[in-house]
Every structure is written in structure tokens, then in C-alpha cells.
């Protein structure tokens, strides 16, 4: 496919559903967000032959104030569907992710808060906490075509800015105990009494906390894990020089010894990335501990956390979808399963 199918999405847009908004439905246009957002591998222009056997097609994301979708939502709907051509660009409009709706209508503070668990922007150091990355990439990402009132725009350019500094830092703080403490330590220990499934599982989280970690001290968002190394390959400091320990790392083939050196050498470049910003003051080298490892990581948590204001030294940051899983159980809770069995490509 040649052109993205946001791109002919913007097109139907233009051409066809947004004069018979602004003919019909002036008031309620004029206070919603029009484009592709959210959910969805087209969302972040990485969709593809694998991603498009559900849930995938044109696609008009459409964000009102929740007293406009209660009210109005369905008449929209309705008017909207009746003008729709059969096919736009060879694509069928009864189909895939619109079902001939022609746009997918949404309450602005129903969004927000099953994907950020707030339905308003964060007013505090510990509300800010709250906010998960993965899920703070489903606000900010795939584009806004038209939004008069910019009640959207507004809250992704906020989003956009990163966290706050002193968040920041503690959620630095958190990984890097993480990576050092239930990364790298609990393999070294793994590999010493010979624990396999232990060393399984810690080291891939580890590779994982260790590559979120540079996507914090670049101050961009990481998201959801699939698309992790996507986005790690347009990290303009680190993805360079940690590429080639990562890649070699995750290799079925290399040594579990060379694994946890590989690990090691993460951590010297994520230190290193730290005392360069200011973040951790210089410091000496560091001995590896012949049954603890190298927990140079944990020297930085301490000192991060030290610094920090009172209020979150003991404020765990979310993280993972908790939100949009809770979401997800309540709507599939409301699917025929026969439908649901189609949606995973279950056949008898």
C-alpha cells in the first residue's frame, strides 16, 4: 500500500464527512476534535500486512465534550452514514473500523480517562505520577485534522512537553532501581544457582526497564512494547551506542554470563548519559561484586530520590495500561463471544 490509509482517512474527511458535518451539525462540529488517534497500529503509521486482519480500516476518530456524545451522538451517527458513498478509494465504508458509521464518535472525558485515568489534565507532582507512558502515546499520537474549539489540541501540546521535571526524575529514580535491582542483580544471582526460568524472565525485563530508561533521559514518551523498537531506532542520543549491546543481548545464541556484561555496559552508558545531564553528580568507578553484580544503577536511585520533593520520594509511577485494561474487561464483557471469536481470527 502506498499511501497510508490516515492519509486517505484525511481525504474521506475532507471530502465527504466534513460538509455534511458543518451542513448539519455546525454547533457540535464546532466543538470537536476530528482525526486518527488513540488505538491502533495505523494510529503511529506502523501498521501492516500482519495488522490489518481486524479492526482496520478509513477511519475518523471524532472527540466531543460528553454532553454532545450523550445527546447527539447517535443522530450524527445516523445523518453521516446515510450520505456515505459505498467505497471511498477502493475501500470499503461498511467494513473494517468505521462498520459504515463513517466517523467513530467518542466522549472527550470518556477517552481521557480510560487511557489516562483522569478525564483532566494533571494538576499535581503525584497526579502526573499516575499518567502511564504507553498510554500518554495513545493521546498524543496520529493527527488532528480539525479542531476549532482546541480543547484537545491543547491537552496533547501539554502532553507533548513531557513530564514535569521533578516526575521526571522520580520515575528515572524508579527504573533505574529496577533495571540495577530486579534486573541486573536477580540475573547475576540467577545464573549463579543455575535458575534458568529466573534468568528468562528478569532478563527480559531488564533489556526492557534498560531501553524505557533511555527514553526517559531523551525525554520522549515509550510505548506499548510491540512498537518499543520503532521508536527506540529515532532516540537521537542513545539508540546508537546501546544498539549493538541490545541486539547482541537478545540473541537465543549468546551466554548468559555475556548477557549480564551486556546489561553492564547498558548501565555505564545510562550512568554515564546521567552525570552528562546533571542529573547525578560525578562519581568513581565501581567494582562488580562477584555475587551481586553491578548495581552502579541503584547508586543513582538513592541519590535522585534524595533530591527529589517530598511529596513522591514514595510515590510509585504507574505504569502498563491499567487503565485501558480495566476498560477493556468491562466492553468485553458486552460482546457476543461468537463476535469476539471472529475479532481473534478463531475458526472452528
Known amino acids: 500500500m502506498n499511501q497510508s490509509i490516515v492519509d ?15 451542513r448539519e451539525f455546525p454547533a457540535e462540529t464546532a466543538h470537536t476534535a476530528f482525526g486518527v488517534f488513540g488505538y491502533g497500529s495505523e494510529a503511529l503509521k506502523l501498521d501492516d500486512e500482519y495488522s490489518r486482519d481486524h479492526h482496520w480500516g478509513l477511519r475518523i476518530d471524532a472527540l466531543m465534550p460528553d454532553e454532545i456524545f450523550q445527546n447527539k451522538r447517535q443522530e450524527i451517527v445516523q445523518v453521516v452514514s446515510a450520505s456515505l458513498p459505498a467505497t471511498f478509494q477502493g ?18 472525558e470518556a477517552f481521557l480517562s480510560r ?7 494533571p494538576q499535581s507532582y503525584q ?3 499516575k499518567l502511564p507512558e504507553e498510554d500518554i502515546i495513545h493521546v498524543i499520537n ?7 474549539a482546541g480543547t484537545f489540541s491543547h491537552i496533547r501540546a501539554t502532553l507533548q512537553a513531557y513530564y514535569p521535571e521533578p516526575v521526571r526524575l522520580r520515575r528515572i529514580a524508579h527504573w533505574c532501581r529496577f533495571f540495577s ?56 542520543r542513545l539508540y546508537e551506542p546501546l544498539k549493538p549491546l541490545v541486539e547482541e543481548a537478545v540473541q537465543l545464541t549468546t551466554p548468559w554470563e555475556r548477557k549480564l556484561a551486556l546489561l553492564d555496559a547498558m548501565a555505564d552508558i545510562l550512568d554515564q548519559t546521567m552525570v552528562a545531564d546533571g542529573i547525578i553528580q560525578p562519581h568513581p568507578k565501581f567494582q562488580h561484586s562477584p555475587t551481586s553484580g553491578y548495581r552502579i544503577l541503584e547508586h543513582a536511585y538513592a541519590e535522585i530520590i534524595q533530591g527529589l520533593p517530598a511529596e513522591i520520594k514514595t510515590v510509585l509511577p504507574v505504569w502498563d495500561q491499567i487503565y485501558w485494561e480495566s476498560f477493556h474487561s468491562g466492553y468485553v464483557d458486552t460482546v457476543d463471544l461468537d463476535a469476539w471469536d471472529r475479532v481473534l481470527n478463531l475458526k472452528e
Open 8 to 22: 486517505i482517512s484525511h481525504e474521506f474527511f475532507n471530502q465527504v464527512v466534513l460538509p455534511v458535518l458543518q
Open 91 to 108: 475501500h470499503s465504508l461498511r467494513e473494517a473500523y468505521l462498520a459504515g458509521a463513517g466517523l467513530a464518535p467518542d466522549s472527550l
Open 115 to 121: 487511557t489516562l485515568g483522569s478525564a483532566h489534565l
Open 127 to 129: 497526579a502526573w505520577l
Open 142 to 148: 496520529g493527527e488532528v485534522w480539525h479542531d476549532p
Open 181 to 236: 535491582g530486579m534486573g541486573s542483580y536477580a540475573l547475576k544471582r540467577a545464573i549463579l544457582r543455575n535458575n534458568l526460568l529466573y534468568a528468562t524472565t528478569t532478563f527480559a525485563k531488564a533489556v526492557r526497564w534498560g531501553i524505557q530508561l533511555a527514553f526517559m533521559l531523551e525525554k520522549q514518551y515509550y510505548p506499548y512494547d510491540k512498537w518499543l523498537m520503532a521508536y527506540f531506532e529515532r532516540l537521537p
